[in-house]
Structure formats: structure tokens, C-alpha cells
């Protein structure tokens, strides 16, 4: 069983900046990536950011020079430090672990529920 746990959405203005934070628990040996994807109203869902455990990012080319992507792998954590917030940043954002869960699961892909991200202009 595994449980991502997100946080750090709410309402900015345009300019602004917002934390969004992931948590991973449960039956995991190692994770082997962590990240984010969106999806806003009307619209597929798109990805957002990477990281890998060696820490080498990817971006999405709509949120380069923006966004950050960071990792704690004590905590288990993946971070998105969003700046420069545009409305068409708008969407729910989605957590997302990719991890070894041990011989009987092999490697598996876990998302979270979401946090809404909202930017007025």
C-alpha cells in the first residue's frame, strides 16, 4: 500500500509564487523518480517536472526558468517551487512516485490526488 500526500496549492496572483510539496509512504525500497504533472479545465493532462534519484531534473518547456523541482529522500518528499506564476499555470496539480516495491511488485507508478493551483491575473 502507498499513500502520496500533496500540499502547498491555493489562490495567487499573477507574479507570484507557490510550494507545492508530495509525500510518499508505504510498502517502497527505493523510488526511483518523483514528479508532477497538471491538467487544467478542458485540457489533457500535461507534465510538468522530473526528478530522478540522481537528481537530474526535466522540465516541461512552459515552466522552464520557472519552476524548481527538488528532492528529500530522507522524507520521502518531492518539492515544486513554482515562481512567476501565470494564469496559464491555472490547474490541478498531481504528484506522481515512480518505485521499486520490492521482488513481488517490481517497479510501479503511484499518483496523488491532486492540489489545485490558482492564478488570477
Known amino acids: 500500500q502507498v499513500q502520496l500526500v500533496e500540499s502547498g496549492g491555493g489562490l495567487v496572483q499573477a507574479g507570484g509564487s507557490l510550494r507545492l510539496s508530495c509525500t510518499a509512504s508505504?510498502?517502497?525500497?527505493?523510488?526511483?523518480?518523483m514528479g508532477w504533472y497538471r491538467q487544467a479545465p478542458g485540457k489533457q493532462r500535461e507534465w510538468v517536472a522530473r526528478i530522478s534519484s540522481t537528481n537530474s531534473t526535466n522540465y516541461a518547456d512552459s515552466v522552464k526558468g520557472r519552476f524548481t523541482i527538488t528532492r528529500d529522500n530522507a522524507k520521502n518528499t518531492v518539492y515544486l517551487q513554482m515562481n512567476a506564476l501565470k494564469p496559464e499555470d491555472t490547474a490541478v496539480y498531481y504528484c506522481?512516485?515512480?518505485?521499486?516495491?520490492?521482488?513481488?511488485?517490481?517497479?510501479?507508478?503511484?499518483w496523488g490526488q491532486g492540489t489545485q493551483v490558482t492564478v488570477s491575473s
Open positions: 506522481f512516485v515512480n518505485y521499486w516495491g520490492g521482488q513481488a511488485m517490481g517497479v510501479q507508478n503511484y
Open positions: 508505504g510498502t517502497i525500497f527505493t523510488i526511483n523518480a
